[in-house]
């Protein structure tokens, strides 16, 4: 078997939020949803796949002074340059393919100057659309295909610890068939209905305040971003220790999400001290699942971080999200004394596998489990990303998943009749209809149900590849 691509095609659908959602230095309002449609010669057969995600500023290079517009070209160019050196990579595997192109990216990259995370955001893209192809054209789900290792999955030739062990040994023998919906309350959130000015209230029929939120989707962990200032978080965070005990009890548990805002371990280290002073923070503590990526990437996995200490007691679990760019960052910050890393389809999918892998052989040569991987979002949005997102969340047995697309954008209102139609038909475990016929993710309990996500070749239940990608404006001819 031969694997190469052969015909590309990328659309866009400029989408609008029902709110804005501030997550560090941006705040969202609208963003353009790139879906790309793949054909491979399979060496058997033709196959196609799709893959998609949203173009987000501010969030592959946090550089604050960088218009918005440039930054969304500069995805595109990379997208575009991994499907160019796509054409000319041959494989036997669905792995090989990618790792031929992530290190042909992984080079240029360093002549280059780009991000990590940039670069192989398109790496990821192709990535993903040729594991749905594979899949559907063996029609083998997701979950089957690692436990066979039908996707030739080589883990020691990226973690060489690993050498010699395959991803079953390792991933749990069954996916999930649910995950609790962390749900992000970002900085600009309110969290009670009567904090909403008027002007900013949304009357669509979705709740808007975390407070309604909660009594509407019975949710139970949420994901807090924090600014890094304490005039504005120690208030907040008051505030939300205290909603969460009336709204939420005991089973309320929560991620803090640094957003790289501190950038020395000193800073940080005080700002938290200052926290665990608080009448409050005893109870929060006992909530706490852990905090994501509170250092600058420029400095988080540098020797300024090294012998982080415990504390006396009050260190939390640190894990790191945008420091996780190539496939050393997770065991360059395990020796610096972080507890792990997160996932998230856009920093890759097998670079995720891998990752999961090396955390859980650790942590059963230990007396206990020491480290974890987190389940993190990029406000996935149906009808690609967030099914394929969380199709590898539940092989991974990530129980706990950021979820914010659902919140932010008013459910697949923006897409296509023929993308809600199919949805309708093979997802109605995942997405519900409201009274209007809104088509929304269906969370009860706080967690969403993945029994037909598990059941399809990488999450979607249809096929996109058949008919034109769902109500999108043509961006670029198709190629090849």
């Given at each position: ?13 400029q989408?609008?939020?029902r ?9 969202m309002?609208?963003?353009p ?15 196609s ?9 501010k969030?592959f ?9 440039e930054?969304?070209d ?16 041959s494989?036997?595997?669905?792995f ?19 991000a990590p ?6 790496t ?9 192809a ?12 690692l ?19 395959l991803?079953?040994e ?19 959130d309110?969290l009670?209905?009567g ?7 949304v ?43 009336d ?14 805002q501190f950038?020395?371990w ?9 926290l ?7 109870r ?8 994501e ?6 400095v ?13 007691g009050f260190r939390?679990?640190l894990?790191?999200?945008e ?18 890393t997160?996932?998230k ?12 892998c ?7 040569t ?29 092989s ?12 932010y954008?008013?459910g ?20 519900t209809l409201?009274?209007?016929g ?10 969403v ?15 996109l590849?058949t ?5 999108v404006?043509?961006w ?5």
């Amino acid at each position: 078997m031969s694997i190469r691509l052969v015909r590309d095609e990328m659309r866009v659908l400029q989408q609008r939020t029902r709110m804005p959602f501030r997550y560090g230095i941006a705040t969202m309002t609208e963003f353009p949803l790139l879906f790309l449609n793949l054909t491979f010669d399979l060496g058997r057969g033709i196959g196609s796949g799709v893959s998609s995600d949203l173009l987000p500023p501010k969030w592959f290079t946090k550089v604050a002074e960088r218009d918005p517009v440039e930054e969304i070209d500069e995805m595109v160019g990379v997208i575009e340059r991994a499907i160019q050196m796509a054409y000319d990579v041959s494989a036997d595997s669905p792995f090989e393919f990618w790792e031929q192109l992530y290190r042909r990216q992984e080079a240029e990259r360093e002549s280059s100057g780009l991000a990590p995370l940039l670069v192989h955001f398109g790496t990821s893209l192709v990535e993903r659309a040729l594991i749905d192809a594979f899949a559907r054209f063996h029609a083998i789900p997701f979950h089957r295909m690692l436990a066979s290792n039908g996707l030739g999955i080589q883990l020691g030739r990226l973690h060489g610890e690993l050498e010699g062990m395959l991803p079953s040994e390792l991933l749990p023998s069954r996916p999930l068939e649910r995950v609790y919906v962390r749900h992000t309350i970002g900085l600009g959130d309110p969290l009670e209905a009567g904090m909403i000015p008027p002007a900013e209230r949304v009357d669509d029929g979705l709740p808007q305040a975390l407070a309604d939120c909660i009594r509407a989707y019975g949710l139970k962990h949420f994901k807090v971003k924090i600014s890094g200032e304490l005039a504005v978080d120690l208030p907040r965070l008051e505030a939300l220790s205290g909603l969460l005990d009336d709204g939420v009890g005991e089973e309320g548990r929560f991620s803090l999400d640094g957003n790289e805002q501190f950038l020395s371990w000193g800073s940080f280290y005080e700002y938290w001290m200052a926290l665990c002073v608080e009448p409050w923070f005893e109870r929060f503590w006992s909530r706490l699942l852990f905090v994501e990526q509170p250092l600058h990437r420029q400095v988080a996995l540098t020797e300024a971080v090294d012998g982080m200490g415990d504390w006396g007691g009050f260190r939390p679990e640190l894990v790191i999200d945008e420091s996780d760019g190539d496939m050393e960052a997770l065991p360059r910050a395990l020796a610096l004394g972080y507890q792990g890393t997160s996932h998230k389809n856009c920093k890759g999918v097998f670079k995720g596998i891998a990752n999961r892998c090396l955390i859980e052989k650790r942590n059963r040569t230990g007396d206990r489990p020491r480290y974890r991987m987190s389940g993190e979002d990029l406000c996935n949005q149906g009808p690609v990303s967030l099914l394929q997102d969380l199709a590898v969340m539940s092989s991974l047995g990530i129980e706990s998943v950021e979820r914010n697309g659902h919140h932010y954008c008013r459910g697949m209102a923006a897409h296509h009749r023929d993308a809600q139609r199919d949805v309708k038909r093979h997802h109605l475990d995942l997405y519900t209809l409201d009274p209007s016929g809104l088509l929304t993710l269906r969370i009860e309990g706080g967690q969403v149900r993945l029994q037909s996500v598990n059941d399809s070749p990488f999450g979607v239940g249809f096929a996109l590849d058949t008919k034109p990608i769902p109500s999108v404006s043509s961006w670029r001819a198709s190629r090849g």
